[in-house]
């Protein structure tokens, strides 16, 4: 009867627990949709939500589905484990006696399966939340839009590398942490079966070699899978002089990539050969040997291509990388059709220009806009939340006079809110931005060292 109510009082405090949580969640999306509502941007939030929920649900499925067939895989060998009687040896006597598992009158078929049920559905509920915020990734892969400029690499439209590559690269991560994470599972499966034999005696069950080699084989596979994105990452490389691919990334790790993806074909073939030995060591060797492959390609080899071969003629081994970095950069800022003309400067100052340039010369700048920040934050700021992130040159005609003054925007930093302050009202409707700017000559101070201020204060 007291287990009954214990029963009782757990589920009530759980099914509360599910009910606060679903109603918190769906205040906060009710606030988001009135506020998507009032920019008219309904179509947008409904955009959002579903290819979220639609991404989690199929990401949860997903692992769900292939945690709970591989443990499903695992059923008959534990009750071939549970049931076989195992032999025990008596230290003083050297007696040997048959044992039955104790847990063979406690589990059956079915209670093994809703066990692996359960486990099966609350690591894919949780494994959802993984790719939350994910939705862009497959909303731009569904949606591409050409860009009718190929990279100079491996040819392809630079579409490719803006919508694609993402989803590719997030499938990649997806599938190689779902067969990770059934391959742990299984292993602590197969590993319980084998304890009261001992450890090592799971080597020796074809079920445990079978299976863990078929996990492995896909491990492989993905990951040759993955060398073949990476190659295109290197488009995103910050490890040169410029961002982009540089000589080391082209002419070592671009064909140590190549030579990774050939040695885990091979790991996987020595997997496939592994199910037909009664040896299970060619698995984790194969694992070994992908890692010291890996260490070797990707961290010492091109470490020394680039100290003996690019450093001591860095320029011009870089030359053709640091040029397609400023042609890629011109055509995306749309810069490639300024016109250059040389200005003719002679360096000769003589001092009738300087008297014919009086309002230049008064301008000179003084401050230099790294300290004028710092003082700025100290005594324009005004509130806790708004800071100067950065100050500018500019140029007025003030009191019929033309100056060169630096001015700062006053900005809002939500993170400079206290704890307490950090609501959706303050961070959406009330804290939203700065106010007002600051701003002080270039060539003038007070005596006490701090800049003259045009405009300071709230309201300015």
Not at 9 to 28: E, F, M, R
Not at 125 to 141: E, N
Not at 156 to 163: H, P, R, W
Not at 435 to 440: E, F, L, N, R
Request: positive net charge; glycine residues 6%; contains cysteine.
């Amino acid at each position: 009867m007291r287990q009954r109510w214990q029963l009782v009082v757990w589920s009530l405090g759980l099914t509360l627990l599910i009910i606060l949580g679903i109603a918190k969640w769906s205040s906060g999306l009710y606030t988001d949709w009135l506020w998507f509502r009032s920019l008219h941007y309904q179509q947008v939030f409904v955009t959002i939500l579903f290819t979220e929920v639609g991404l989690r649900v199929a990401v949860g499925v997903l692992v769900f589905g292939a945690l709970f067939l591989n443990l499903l895989l695992t059923r008959r060998p534990i009750l071939a484990a549970i049931g076989a009687p195992f032999t025990v040896r008596d230290g003083e006597d050297g007696v040997v006696t048959l044992r039955q598992s104790p847990l063979a009158a406690l589990i059956g078929p079915r209670s093994i399966t809703i066990t692996f049920f359960l486990l099966s559905l609350v690591v894919g509920f949780f494994f959802t939340f993984t790719v939350s915020g994910s939705w862009i990734v497959l909303q731009k892969f569904l949606h591409p839009t050409p860009f009718n400029v190929s990279d100079p690499v491996f040819g392809l439209d630079v579409s490719f590398y803006v919508f694609k590559l993402p989803f590719y690269t997030f499938v990649y991560q997806l599938l190689l942490w779902v067969t990770i994470l059934v391959a742990f599972w299984v292993s602590l499966v197969y590993f319980l079966i084998a304890a009261p034999r001992g450890l090592g005696t799971v080597f020796k069950m074809n079920a445990a070699r079978y299976h863990l080699s078929a996990l492995a084989l896909v491990f492989f596979l993905v990951k040759a899978w993955g060398y073949r994105l990476d190659q295109y990452m290197l488009l995103f490389s910050q490890e040169g002089m410029v961002y982009g691919p540089g000589y080391t990334d082209l002419h070592a790790v671009l064909p140590a990539l190549w030579i990774l993806l050939g040695v885990a074909l091979l790991c996987a073939a020595a997997v496939v050969a592994n199910l037909f030995v009664r040896q299970f060591r060619l698995v984790p060797a194969a694992v070994g040997f992908l890692i010291a492959a890996s260490v070797l390609f990707l961290n010492i080899y091109p470490a020394v291509v680039q100290k003996l071969v690019v450093a001591p003629n860095e320029f011009d081994k870089e030359k053709t990388y640091i040029e397609r970095s400023i042609a890629f950069t011109r055509a995306a800022y749309d810069l490639n059709d300024i016109a250059v003309q040389n200005f003719p400067a002679t360096g000769v100052l003589t001092g009738n220009q300087l008297a014919a340039n009086q309002s230049v010369v008064n301008s000179i700048r003084l401050w230099d806009e790294g300290p004028l920040q710092a003082t700025y934050n100290q005594i324009q700021t005004m509130r806790l939340y708004y800071t100067f992130p950065q100050i500018d040159v500019d140029r007025y005609t003030l009191n019929g006079q033309y100056r060169q003054v630096l001015v700062g925007a006053r900005e809002i930093d939500q993170t400079q809110l206290p704890e307490q302050a950090r609501t959706w009202v303050n961070e959406k409707l009330k804290y939203t931005h700065g106010y007002g700017v600051a701003m002080s000559p270039v060539n003038e101070f007070t005596s006490d060292g701090l800049p003259k201020f045009f405009l300071e204060n709230i309201p300015p």
